[in-house]
């Protein structure tokens, strides 16, 4: 009850405070950066890279880097074990530990390898960096629609893999198909770290919208984002408009309060009186996810966010030094994430009613440990906090979808949505599913982008 109070008490306080910097703040008006060298080639030599084509890429993994993840793994020391009644109240429980060390001594890591060469892979270098992409093309004889899948974290383009059959699948039935583009974040899987500080999403849309246009050649796209991905996407819609047919998130966060005051009146309104502003499927959401969860959710669960935001080099020193310590990092977000009462369970019945098996979310490690991407990754964190406007637009009138998931960590109820997207063309709740749309739920995820597809105008 007391946690209540102050969010009560404190709403006056934010208020005012936000009223003030809106009478005293400029318009936010957003327009593509300049180009800026954040790898470690001179100026010269990253604008001359930027004029290569992009080179054919593969995942290979060495005797030598498997003897090294296996002897980390068999060298482990185990920490001290709580009970097994705390489950996952304590982070990822230290009881499983020898299971899943054992779990990872069993991968076959050229079996990894194999799985993640399904589709063909390049590299090209963009603003100094060397940006890794998978593409895979439908059939010829359609009309073809670009169609951009961006991670987030603790995410990869993994995600995508049982996604891209079905959405090529599913358009076919429409009458078109996707060229479908699935990059590698900067600084994330095997997209080249920034040497320089300043790789903020903002540099990230210009960098993908850079490949889409420059290098492949779209005039136009579509552009789909989960987690940051659905940030650097709102930044791509944001500063390239006239790129974009439209966009697709299954992450939509609440507008900046800073740029729209109608948010927190919209915000109490769908909290005190749901049923006048939601729809069904948005209270059952709203019961689990409502105003005041969230808050309390950043409380109980943002504590990761706040360390990487501030502190990403120190942490991720220790993370990128230990398979285990990596796996166990990650892995507890995707459990908690895909739905947070994993986190009350025992751990043999949480991880047996996850949509995904634990070698797929290893797979997903191991990206992050072959590549030793986990502190530039975390990185992220730390350069979205250092500007002030972190949102690309007050609104965009670009044709927009959004996929809401009952346990996704973020709600914004359709009516707040539209306060931001308004040309809103598609929107999806699902009362099942959590954060990671396309890895759990490949089908849904997939239907969902067709259909908003459907309602553009290619």
Known sequence: MRFYKVVILSIPVLVFGIAVHRLTRTPLKQSPPDWKNFGQLSDEEAKKAAHRSSRQFQVEVSDEEIKDFRDRLTRVRFPPAMEEEVNLTYGFPSHALPGLRDSML????????????TYKQYKVNIFGLDIHYAMVSGNAGLPRIPLLLVHGWPGSFYEFYSAIPLLLKKAAENGFTYDIIV????????????????CSPR???AMLNELMTSHLGYKQYVSQGGDW???????????????????????CAPPGLTHDLRVLPYQIATTVLPSYFMSEEEIEISDYKGMFSQYKWLIHEGGYFHLQATKPDTVGTGISDSPLGLAVYIMEKFYTWTDDSTVTKP??????????TTEDVLYNVLIYWHSNSMMSSMRLYKESMGEFDVVPFESTDVPSGVLFSKYE????PKIVAQLKYTNLKHHKVSLKGGHFAAFEMPELFSDEVVSFTEKLNY
């Open 203 to 205: 540099y990230m849309a």
């Open 229 to 251: 991905g659905s940030f650097v996407t709102e930044w791509i819609a944001g500063l390239y408009p006239q790129n974009l047919l439209g966009f697709h998130v299954n992450m």
């Open 106 to 117: 069993s991968l076959d890591l050229h079996k990894w390898a194999v799985k993640l060469n």
């Open 347 to 356: 751990m043999k019945q949480a991880i047996s009613d996850l949509p995904f």
């Open 183 to 198: 990059p590698s974040l900067p600084g994330y899987g095997y997209s080249e770290a920034p040497y320089r500080s300043g």
């Open 409 to 412: 960590i973020t709600f914004s």
